[in-house]
């Protein structure tokens, strides 16, 4: 109802600085956060507010370890993703890409996310959107993924992402620009191992 959406926000706006983030930790917010946005996928405004603020936490080892405590939730917090990546509510998207590309900096999330192929393909879609906070994040959600193999994998049968990745090389977004640069990268180092 309308308190929940009063205090997603809430959490959202507090979890912007480095000092909310600790306060939200030491309150365990970080799973609560994760089931409202699970639980209410067809209310794009909450679903918003509710990633947003994961967005912010899963900068934290701790929140992406929290996060991992109940097998259940975790697959369910990547069923919630797949949906947000792929929502045509460009915060969704947006924020949905931040959050899976901070989880993924975390080897037991990476290898999850990464097996997931309709986050890989719902990525490698948006990678067309025409937001450039969404294509921010979903190139930056590409580049640490890209570290898994699975993913590589899924990524390079895909030409066009490889091919929409050149494309952000010269993004006047410098972030970007950066983050294409590393993901094609990641997703050309095993090649090189393969082939020698």
Same mark, same amino acid.
């Given at each position: 109802?309308?308190?929940?959406?009063?205090?997603?926000?809430?959490?959202? %706006?507090?979890?912007?600085? &480095?000092?909310?983030?600790?306060?939200?930790?030491?309150?365990?917010? /970080? #799973?609560?956060? /994760?089931?409202?946005?699970?639980?209410?996928? #067809?209310?794009?405004?909450?679903?918003?507010?509710?990633?947003?603020?994961?967005?912010?936490?899963?900068?934290?080892? +701790?929140?992406?370890?929290?996060? %991992?405590?109940?097998?259940?939730?975790?697959?369910?917090?990547?069923? =919630?993703?797949?949906?947000?990546?792929?929502?045509?509510?460009?915060?969704?998207?947006?924020?949905?890409?931040?959050?899976?590309?901070?989880? &993924?900096?975390?080897?037991?999330? *990476?290898?999850?996310?990464?097996?997931?192929?309709?986050?890989?393909? =719902?990525?490698?879609?948006?990678? *067309?959107?025409?937001?450039? *906070?969404?294509?921010?994040?979903?190139?930056? &959600?590409?580049?640490?993924?890209?570290?898994?193999?699975? /993913?590589?994998?899924?990524?390079?049968?895909? #030409?066009?992402?490889?091919?929409?990745?050149?494309?952000?090389?010269?993004?006047?977004?410098?972030?970007? &620009?950066?983050?294409? *640069?590393?993901?094609?990268?990641?997703? +050309?180092?095993?090649?090189?191992?393969?082939?020698?």
């Amino acid at each position: 109802g309308e308190g929940v959406l009063e205090a997603c926000v809430a959490v959202a %706006l507090v979890s912007a600085t &480095a000092i909310g983030r600790e306060q939200l930790v030491r309150l365990e917010a /970080a #799973r609560p956060l /994760a089931r409202v946005a699970v639980g209410n996928r #067809r209310d794009t405004v909450l679903v918003q507010w509710a990633m947003l603020g994961l967005g912010s936490l899963t900068l934290l080892t +701790q929140v992406r370890c929290d996060l %991992l405590a109940v097998e259940e939730e975790a697959s369910e917090l990547i069923k =919630g993703l797949a949906d947000a990546i792929t929502s045509v509510n460009e915060g969704c998207c947006c924020y949905g890409c931040l959050v899976v590309g901070n989880l &993924a900096v975390d080897s037991r999330w *990476r290898v999850m996310l990464a097996a997931d192929s309709s986050i890989i393909k =719902g990525l490698g879609s948006m990678l *067309r959107s025409n937001s450039e *906070r969404v294509q921010r994040h979903c190139v930056g &959600a590409v580049r640490n993924l890209a570290v898994d193999d699975n /993913a590589k994998r899924l990524f390079t049968n895909d #030409r066009s992402v490889h091919a929409m990745l050149k494309s952000f090389l010269d993004s006047e977004d410098s972030i970007t &620009a950066r983050h294409a *640069r590393h993901a094609i990268e990641n997703l +050309q180092s095993s090649q090189l191992l393969v082939e020698n």
